[in-house]
RNA sequence: GGCCCGUUCGUCUAUCGGUUAGGACACCAGGUUUUCAACCUGGGAAGAGGGGUUCGACUCCCCUACGGGCUGCCA
């Protein structure tokens, strides 16, 4: 009988939601929601010291913009800190563990003794075997009475099968001289009563693995599956640091990434399914395995996720489209749309995502919609409108006054104007663009004109007539 | 220092012993065009190095180099 699967993202509260963790938490997702699993949230605030509540919330918010919604409750670690020291007090009566009375002083000293030495032996307990006769009445820390010989396989689902020598495993500690537990013990025991059956995780968790293996076994515990993942590096190829910029998920959000081409390029960095390239979430959750992610890390490539996110925002619906810009503005502390601008914005929204790779870009894009007369001209624009265009455009304005304002009728009257001065279409679109838009570049004038309107576009070249 | 993991075009990757080593992004050249974007065509571009195993290695094994991780009463 195989239990259905659980899959979970365990992240510390001590800062935002990293790049390399959203990522981690969007494989769990993944891997979840292609099988109809759970996908649980568990915040590691064992460490009082660096846990933030804030930090949570950021979280939380990140992972919320991913898209990335878990099942049940945000389960706290420290909530369950009786619960971890019960278990450690279970290895205590198997004997799979014992109390140690060694002070982090001694044990300090001993590594400051060893390294001095130019060794590096783990430490070993004095009190690993030792008579309980003798304990002193004092603080005492559990310790996990480690397998000294042999070897501990991780079977992992990523890196293959990891061999990892006992000897090389010191007895760690489950639950401090203070009763609380450490990780160690918490995430196994979470895990465990969590029903988490795949552990999708960074591979810096590798050797951790081997510990927290020792511990399921202690505890009689099934295994979980294990998947450890290789870390992102910055496009430099070293270690994603502060150096990099945009660390955070929330930056990317910012940015004006939209975030199913987020989606797409993290699944993609490190994982693939043949030759897909361009996918959807709905695709990437049905194709998503553990057998397709790679064993090397892989670089942050910024021309890659803008490329990727100009697809899906050409590809997104107008109106979600034109939802995900406001949440986009008011993130980035910018002023809400008007209600003229948004209904503007709904029809030109058809023709602006086929041009933007993000939001800024699209609201860029859409100058001609954000800005109201006068339009202000950059230098170009104002080039564009010599003497002889501004003639042009003064002619313009009769016809268009008469037009049924549609493509068809727009296109005749423009290039019967070009051809009726002498010149190539072009050459009439640069002032038109300059008056519709401020702009030599914009998006096509007749988008331009359909989507402002008959007398928005006449009084716009009338203006730049002037 | 010890232990563990990794290494295919600039980047993300495909390949699961036999391929002219494929795709995508980026780049370069040309084309199309109503500017930008998009689009079309073409191009350059890779198995870290060295040993094995094998009829045959990118693929399996070993060594080296480089990168990363772990080595806490942090997570």
């Not at 009563?193 to 510990?211: E, P, S």
């Not at 697809?311 to 749309?337: C, K, M, N, R, W």
Request: proline residues 5%; contains cysteine; aromatic residues 8%.
């Amino acid at each position: 009988m195989t239990s259905p699967v659980v899959t979970r993202f365990a992240p510390s509260p001590t800062g935002y939601l990293h790049i390399g963790g959203g990522r981690t938490a969007l494989f769990n997702w993944l891997f979840a929601r292609g099988r109809g699993a759970k996908f649980l949230l568990r915040i590691e605030d064992t460490d009082r010291e660096r846990s933030t509540p804030e930090a949570t919330a950021a979280i939380l918010r990140g992972l919320t913009w991913l898209g990335l919604d878990w099942d049940g409750d945000v389960v706290s670690q420290f909530e369950g800190r009786e619960r971890h020291a019960e278990v450690a007090h279970q290895m205590l009566a198997r004997g799979t563990a014992y109390k140690c009375f060694s002070t982090k002083e001694e044990i300090d000293a001993f590594r400051a003794e060893a390294e001095a030495r130019g060794s590096y032996a783990v430490f070993q307990s004095p009190w690993r075997d030792a008579d309980p006769a003798t304990h002193p009445n004092a603080p005492f820390a559990i310790r996990m009475k480690a397998p000294r010989e042999g070897e501990t396989v991780i079977d992992d689902q990523v890196q293959g099968r990891v061999v990892i020598k006992n000897e090389t495993l010191d007895d760690m500690i489950v639950l401090r001289s203070d009763n609380t537990p450490t990780y160690m013990l918490a995430v196994v025991v979470d895990d465990h009563d969590m029903g988490v059956t795949h552990v999708i995780r960074g591979d810096d968790h590798l050797v951790n693995a081997a510990r927290q293996q020792m511990i399921y076994d202690a505890m009689g515990w099934a295994v979980p599956t294990w998947a450890h993942i290789p870390l992102i590096h910055g496009p430099d190829g070293k270690k994603l640091s502060k150096r990099h910029g945009a660390l955070g998920v929330e930056e990317y959000q910012v940015m004006g990434y939209p975030a199913a081409g987020m989606r797409n390029y993290l699944t993609r960095l490190g994982w693939a399914h043949g030759d897909a390239e361009f996918f959807t979430t709905e695709q990437a959750t049905e194709w998503f395995d553990l057998k397709g992610i790679g064993r090397a890390p892989a670089r942050l490539d910024f021309k890659k996720l803008e490329n990727l996110c100009g697809q899906h925002i050409a590809a997104s619906d107008d109106a979600a489209l034109l939802h995900e810009l406001e949440a986009f503005l008011a993130v980035s502390g910018q002023p809400t749309l008007t209600d003229s601008q948004r209904a503007l914005m709904q029809s030109g929204m058809a023709s602006l995502k086929e041009r933007a790779k993000t939001f800024p870009e699209l609201l860029d894009k859409a100058r001609y919609i954000m800005s109201s007369r006068p339009i202000s001209r950059d230098e170009a624009a104002e080039k564009a409108l010599d003497a002889v265009s501004r003639g042009i455009l003064q002619s313009l304005t009769p016809q268009l006054r008469n037009a049924s304002w549609t493509k068809d009728d727009l296109e005749a009257i423009l290039t019967g104007a070009a051809a009726a001065n002498g010149i190539g279409f072009g050459k009439l679109a640069a002032p038109l663009r300059a008056a519709l838009a401020g702009r030599t570049v914009s998006p096509s004038v007749y988008d331009m004109m359909l989507v402002i309107g008959q007398d928005e576009t006449i009084a716009r070249l009338e203006d730049a007539a002037a």
